[in-house]
């Protein structure tokens, strides 16, 4: 069976090298965790902070209004990237 994604749901995957885990970015700063093999939803994280005290101040902008354009794991993958764009 498949993963069903719309294009609001899904701009950017990668899969764990093991092969066990999915994860998952689109809109609204969201990045989910699936087991791949039986495609039950892990987690759901929260993508970058645009309030950050150590950078200029956001410019009314809310964390909701990124959309997740690239994820990545870690060779080991215990580290999972994400980038994360404003319109």
């Known amino acids: ?6 294009p609001m749901d899904l ?5 764990s090298p093991d ?3 999915l994860a998952t970015g689109g ?7 699936w087991k791949a093999p039986t ?5 759901t994280l929260s993508g970058p902070k645009v309030s950050d005290e150590n950078k200029a101040p956001p410019l009314n902008r809310k964390d909701e ?3 997740i354009q690239s994820v990545a794991f870690s060779p080991d993958a215990r580290l999972l990237a994400c980038l994360a764009l404003y319109d």
């Open 19 to 21: 092969g066990q885990v």
């Open 27 to 33: 809109a609204k700063n969201q990045l989910i965790l």
């Open 11 to 15: 701009a950017a995957f990668d899969i």
């Open 65 to 67: 209004d990124a959309d």
């Open 39 to 43: 495609r039950e939803k892990l987690r």
């Open 1 to 6: 069976r498949l993963f069903r994604f719309t």
